[in-house]
């Protein structure tokens, strides 16, 4: 199967016509070997430098949060205004850096596992995903 065939069948499974900018956004989010962070932004910015393409932020939202609901992409909230999207589905940990707003890979076997003590009636938890933020420390400078 080719990628275009991937890319319009991962469209299609997603609700979404496979237009031309959309088989752009999927050629960004899936053909790279490694696997990658990005907001709406970033992601608008990388398409317009790597493939010369102008397309429009509501097209790349609406595209991105169909392939995520769809589970193709995983979501990471930072805050209550910024969201990270992850092309590595698996589940991992996040490392946020508050100096550089880089989120970084860390595996589960880098945490030892979260003890959870805490159960909500008539919920089953689905998975344990730890995002730790750091920033420089300022004390420990010269």
């Known amino acids: 199967m080719t990628n275009l065939n991937i890319f319009t069948e991962?469209?299609?499974?997603?609700?979404?016509?496979?237009?031309?900018?959309?088989?752009?956004?999927?050629?960004?989010?899936?053909?790279?070997?490694?696997?990658?962070?990005?907001?709406?932004?970033?992601?608008?910015?990388?398409?317009?430098?790597?493939l010369s393409e102008k397309i429009s932020l509501a097209t790349v939202y609406n595209t991105v949060h169909a392939f995520k609901k769809k589970g193709y992409l995983k979501e990471i909230s930072i805050n209550s205004d910024k969201s990270y999207f992850d092309t590595n589905i698996t589940e991992h940990h996040h490392f946020f850096d508050e100096d550089t707003n880089e989120l970084i890979d860390c595996g589960v076997d880098e945490i030892d596992s979260v003890n959870i003590k805490k159960?909500?009636?008539g919920k089953k938890i689905k998975s344990v995903e730890v995002l730790i933020k750091v920033a420089t420390d300022n004390q420990n400078q010269n």
């Open 119 to 121: 159960n909500i009636t």
């Open 10 to 50: 991962k469209l299609r499974l997603s609700g979404l016509r496979p237009t031309r900018q959309r088989i752009k956004i999927c050629e960004v989010l899936f053909t790279p070997e490694k696997t990658f962070h990005f907001t709406i932004d970033d992601l608008a910015k990388i398409i317009e430098e790597k």
